[in-house]
């Protein structure tokens, strides 16, 4: 046995650890499945651990010890982490099998002529050994984590809803790195849902509520992100027609008065929470008033961001509520100077007159815009919304501006 010879090797291939760590990745990659379809972010941790742990072998080598206490407290760590990102153990397992042959097949095609042959059967005894060590720990770490993350993911899910509702994420990758450990997949805009609930109401009753779980006779969805509190129910949905949301919480037992915001990206929920949130403690009861009988109707994101700049809201953008109210109308000037109109005399007739159009022209275009728009301008709370709406079009928007051209104290024939 010679142990400068073994050294010499070692300190060879930790000079060019580079090498050795890209070709024990690709030899994995090549034999495991599921490590070839990884994330360049998770390929990059398998490289560093990989060049660790050759590094940690081939100084046992040198030394003719064995991995210590700290080296398995680490791979009882990596199992842990492999357990929140979901790669089963026995992948894991193969995966160490594989990097420890790599390993042990550099050594030999980069001094087989120079080492004796108790040497190479050192190096084969230590792997070995090694390998059953760290079987058991990355076996405890991964085991232990996953029991906890059965018994903790409902509180975790929370966790996380509320963090992207406070703010409390650092970045997007953060979010990305929680979500995918806990098999949840956020949508790029997902819609906040935010409802009063009814008294003595649990987080099962409101998720089986807005997932449709209670009305469609299916469960509900186990990767949504609900929870209740302090009298509120809320959810991250993935986008869905209006509409819908509306039937579904319409067929509550009891009235639940909410808001469903889908004009926000994630990063962008803390202050659609906001809104929604002033949304349910400012709203006057004529704007309650639904299309189905004896329920309230779901607010939208035209409705949060009125009441936000009636109020002068930290969160108000009248810009904002012009582009969700009338930015179906695109740049119809007939149909906003119609519109415009209609708010300043309160009539089809009078508004056709100071349009200059027929009737029968002005009863169309009214009818185009509550198609378009969802909102009747007979209706007070929907002519409140295209009111302050239109008077929010931003600065030089030519024809998004119809009462600079048509001043409302000169209406007339």
């Known amino acids: ?149 059965g018994a903790d993911r409902e ?95 319409a067929a509550a037992s009891e009235p639940v008065l909410a808001v469903a915001l889908a004009d926000h990206t994630v990063r962008e929920l803390p202050r659609a929470f906001r809104l929604a949130r002033h949304a349910l403690e400012s709203v006057p009861a004529r704007a309650l008033v639904g299309p189905l009988a004896g329920s309230h109707r779901l607010l939208d994101d035209a409705d949060a961001a009125v009441l936000a700049v009636a109020a002068g809201h930290r969160d108000a953008d009248p810009s904002a509520l012009h582009r969700l109210v009338l930015g179906p109308l695109g740049e119809n000037r007939a149909l906003l100077e119609g519109l415009d109109a209609f708010l300043a005399t309160g009539n089809a007739a009078d508004a056709a007159r100071t349009a200059r159009c027929h009737a029968q022209t002005m009863r169309y275009r009214l009818r185009r815009i509550r198609e378009l728009t969802g909102r009747d301008p007979r209706v007070p709370w929907d002519r409140l919304v295209l009111e302050l709406a239109l008077l929010g079009a931003p600065a030089g928007a030519g024809p998004h501006q119809p009462a600079r051209r048509s001043p409302r104290h000169t209406v007339g024939p």
């Open 155 to 249: 509180r975790a899910l929370q966790d996380l809803l509320d963090d992207l509702l406070t703010g409390r994420h650092a970045t997007p990758a953060a979010i990305a790195d929680r979500t995918r450990e806990l098999g949840v997949r956020l949508p790029a805009r997902p819609v906040l849902v935010v409802a009063a609930l009814p008294i003595g109401r649990d987080d099962a009753w409101w998720r089986r509520l807005v997932t449709g779980a209670g009305t469609e006779r299916a469960e509900a969805p186990g990767d949504l992100l609900t929870r209740t509190h302090e009298g509120l129910g809320v959810a991250l949905l993935p986008p869905e027609p209006h509409a819908v949301l509306a039937r579904r919480l």
């Open 1 to 149: 046995m010679s142990i400068e010879t073994r050294r010499t090797v070692r300190d060879e291939l930790i000079a060019d650890l580079e090498e050795v760590t890209r070709a024990i990745v690709a030899e994995v990659r090549a034999e495991i499945p599921a490590y070839d379809s990884l994330q360049p972010a998770q390929l990059d941790e398998v490289a560093a651990i990989a060049g660790w742990g050759a590094s940690r072998v081939l100084d046992a080598w040198v030394e003719d010890s064995a991995l210590d206490e700290s080296d398995l407290l680490r791979f009882r760590g990596i199992g842990a982490a492999r357990a929140l990102d979901g790669r089963p153990l026995p992948v894991v397992l193969r995966a160490y099998r594989v990097a420890g042959a790599a390993v042990t097949d550099l050594v030999a095609a980069r001094a087989v002529e120079r080492l004796e042959v108790t040497d190479a059967l050192a190096l084969a005894r230590l792997w070995m050994a090694s390998i059953d060590a760290l079987s058991e720990a990355l076996y405890a770490g991964h085991s232990a984590t996953a029991e906890r993350l």
